[in-house]
């Protein structure tokens, strides 16, 4: 029993600090459990590990989530204490929608903390029309990046094309050159068509844009790991 | 003589229920009997698994004051208990037996923003008005502290109202209040409007970020640029892998984003550079 306790604690001291965990929090909160029941409390497991009870208790929360949100964390596509907590927050019907639509890409953190609170003050609004009243007053991204452009290659025209043609021209929302400095404004598809390539390729981003503005292909190099 | 000092304080007693009363200095001064009936079951099934904190110590003699632990008690009374386990924190003051009680109790959930707010706020007076002290002693982030402080000192009777009652959160109390420019009544009647139009987080900053920019804007105008989406320019950067990780460590410490964070840090650094005023 004794064995028990200290492997749950061990567990939990070299995972619930870490941003790169080795375990899932499904696993987490199972071990925290374990600690919980031999302990006798959150806040005995909190002493001994040195954590507040209430980053804990997100923990512990985990192992309120629908089954299917669980399975996502099983598998760690959802791999944020703070999202998992806040999706608790939700009916659980609500959940798996929600957290669907997360690992899809199709929301962010931030929304789903927009989401629970929204939910809260419009308890008999649909989920369907809360997720869309959140995304709709969500502002609009643009990305920049800035480059370097050559003396020889400041045809605002022809960068424009040679940039569509990566991006798509639809996701180009400006682009202004200044003397050797470049600025291109990209929308979030845009963003990710460039992120695509630059993989695609294997470059980064940045020198991928560089290639484009006219620096001539770069060595393919170590990617940054975002 | 330390090591005598700490184990006389983690020494449990069987101290009389009828020997106990209740601290000024307990942060628990609201709602106290809400969902005793549970802790009452769990007592009377498990028994205690956590002793009360008293003041003093053994050989002072009753009646003993009660510093933590509030709840335990009563339910050892409802119980009609004669004795409860207790340990003695020593002869604690009473900013340190607030300091003890706000520790132990912040974290769980029931206490009441009212308790929760008397208690920092009485903190922050008797500390110096130091609110980094405030959030030192009782683990509490700064961030809350502040909020806390900020809240009590200028938000009207009626907000305070709906905080006590769970009507409006915190959060969006501070946020009509800055979007407000410290404006209580003004405050008043944008936390009236977020309820009414529903607003959604990310209007509901836009009308802070309006409020604090214009601090003249009328009401009309806080709520029309709430929601009114704007273009959002972000700046790709890329970052070393250290700088990364340490940027995630601090979003996962702060329960912030990733991008909250890095831009309260270029803001912090222009701030400091004196490229923002």
């Known amino acids: 029993m004794e064995r028990k306790l200290d492997e749950a604690l061990a567990v939990l001291i070299a995972s619930t600090r870490r941003v790169r965990r080795k375990l899932s929090l499904l696993q987490i909160a199972e071990w925290l459990e374990v600690a919980r029941r031999e302990l006798g409390g959150l806040q005995a497991v909190a002493e001994r590990i040195g954590l507040s009870e209430e980053m804990l208790r997100q923990f512990g929360s985990v192992r309120n989530l629908s089954p299917g949100v669980k399975k996502l964390v099983a598998q760690r596509r959802i791999d944020s204490v703070d999202v998992a907590h806040r999706l608790t927050k939700l009916a659980v019907g609500e959940q798996l929608p929600v957290a669907r639509a997360l690992v899809r890409g199709q929301l962010n953190s931030d929304d789903v903390r927009a989401i629970v609170s929204l939910r809260r003050s419009a308890p008999t609004l649909s989920l369907q029309r809360i997720i869309q009243r959140v995304k709709d007053s969500e502002n609009i991204r643009e990305y920049l990046a800035y480059f370097a452009v050559p003396p020889d290659a400041r045809d605002k025209g022809l960068l424009r094309a040679r940039l569509g043609a990566v991006v798509g021209d639809r996701n180009i929302r400006s682009l202004t050159i200044r003397g050797a400095l470049g600025t291109v404004a990209l929308s979030a598809e845009g963003r990710g068509r460039l992120a695509q390539a630059a993989k695609d390729s294997g470059l980064t981003k940045r020198a991928l844009v560089n290639q484009i503005a006219g620096w001539g292909v770069q060595k393919p190099c170590q990617r940054d790991r975002r | ?277």
Request: a positive charge.
């Open chain 2, 1 to 277: 003589m330390a090591k005598d000092s700490l184990a006389e304080k983690s020494k449990v007693y069987l101290v009389p229920v009828a020997d106990i009363r209740l601290s000024d200095e307990n942060v628990r001064q609201h709602q106290q009997d809400k969902e005793l009936d549970d802790l009452v079951q769990s007592i009377e099934k498990h028994g205690l698994l956590q002793p009360v904190l008293l003041k003093g110590s053994p050989t002072d003699g009753p009646p003993f004051e009660l510093i933590v632990g509030q709840r335990r008690y009563l339910a050892h009374r409802r119980l009609g208990r004669k004795d409860i386990p207790a340990v003695f924190g020593g002869p604690l003051n009473d900013i340190q037996a607030k300091i003890r009680s706000l520790a132990e109790n912040m974290h769980r959930v029931q206490l009441t923003y009212e308790d929760a707010a008397d208690a920092v706020t009485f903190l922050y007076t008797k500390l110096g008005r130091n609110d980094r002290k405030v959030a030192a002693e009782t683990g509490m982030s700064l961030k809350k502290v502040r909020q806390y402080i900020y809240i009590e000192k200028i938000a009207s009777e009626e907000t305070k109202k709906k905080l006590h009652s769970g009507k409006v959160t915190p959060a969006d109390a501070q946020r009509a209040l800055r979007a407000a420019g410290g404006d209580s009544a003004k405050a008043d009647h944008l936390l009236q409007l977020m309820e009414k139009h529903k607003l959604t987080t990310y209007e509901k900053k836009r009308m802070v970020e309006h409020g604090s920019a214009h601090p003249q804007a009328s009401i009309e105008d806080l709520l029309t640029e709430a929601k009114r989406v704007k273009v959002e320019p972000s700046i790709v950067v890329n970052l070393s892998g250290p700088e990364r990780q340490a940027l995630e460590q601090a979003a996962g410490k702060l329960r912030a984003s990733e991008e909250e964070v890095a831009v309260q840090a270029i803001s912090d650094w222009l701030r400091d550079k004196g490229f923002l005023s």
